[in-house]
């Protein structure tokens, strides 16, 4: 078919912007508008490369060699895309993905992930101790259901004034859940949305609750669940870097036990602080 004036083809150096493109859509053919209709698609695929990472940032980001991420990619275990012969991958795909492989990594699997997301981060410290405080520890967590559970959770995080749209956070706390629950099989949760929030949140934020008894919350075998750490993230590094300290915590023998025996708010807030500066110590 040929090309139509004003427009480039497949490898062309014209494209026109997407504002640029829709004022004009009123004075064109039906077959323009067609195109109207579908060019921001490829401009949009086209003109954010940076939306993809190569293999060696991936590496990188896992904390893992290159030769060992390609084979498993090569075998289908890492979610990634061929292009132009070389790999990509996409970053919320990823994390989508790590975030369910976390459930089974060893403690020494879980601080290679966790290395390698805080290797940029402006700051040393356990990402734990720096997101949770005194103000967002609750114990008792007044909820009997997964929603109050989550509408509590967000409340108690909102005690740090940094939770500038609650309305969507909960929304996509609870999209996240229906998704895929964030329960464990030993009576903990790690309520998260699926993607980070920059727009809801004034920074990022950890909350921790327990409830009098256990609710249905989505466990293995419909076991209850008590304990919930709520995860709010302006970033996807950041996000990982809690995920994968929350698990190393959550394999720390007796840790589960103590936190549950914790009878206060101060008391639980403690307990977390010191088993998380134990691991920082190691």
Request: charge should be negative; aromatic fraction near 6%; hydrophobic fraction near 40%.
């Amino acid at each position: 078919m040929p090309a139509r004036p004003g427009f480039a083809g497949r490898h062309g150096a014209i494209v026109p912007s997407r504002v640029t493109v829709l004022s004009r859509a009123e004075s064109l053919d039906p077959y323009d508008r067609w195109i109207v209709r579908i060019l921001p698609l490829f401009v949009s695929d086209r003109s954010v490369p940076h939306d993809f990472i190569s293999l060696e940032e991936l590496a990188v980001q896992l904390g893992r060699d290159r030769r060992e991420v390609e084979k498993l990619v090569q075998r289908g275990r890492i979610p990634g895309h061929r292009i132009d012969g070389t790999w990509r991958f996409h970053p919320a795909e990823i994390r989508h993905w790590l975030e369910q492989e976390m459930r089974e990594y060893s403690p020494e699997e879980l601080a290679g992930v966790e290395s390698a997301q805080r290797a940029l981060s402006p700051t040393t410290e356990s990402p734990v101790t720096t997101l949770l405080a005194p103000e967002t520890v609750c114990v008792p967590l007044e909820a009997r259901t997964k929603r109050s559970v989550l509408e509590s959770l967000i409340e108690v995080a909102g005690r740090t004034w940094q939770i500038w749209e609650p309305a969507a956070v909960l929304e996509a706390c609870i999209e996240r859940e229906n998704a895929m629950s964030t329960a464990f099989d030993f009576g903990i949760a790690i309520p998260h949305p699926r993607n980070p929030l920059p727009q809801a949140l004034g920074s990022s934020i950890i909350a921790f609750g327990r409830t009098l008894s256990g609710i249905p919350f989505g466990g293995a075998k419909r076991s209850l669940t008590d304990m919930f750490f709520l995860v709010l993230c302006r970033d996807s590094r950041t996000h990982l870097a809690v995920l994968a300290r929350l698990g190393r915590l959550l394999q720390v023998e007796g840790f589960v036990d103590d936190l549950r025996a914790a009878e206060t708010s101060l008391d639980a807030y403690d307990l977390i602080c010191a088993a998380d500066q134990k691991l920082e110590d190691e």
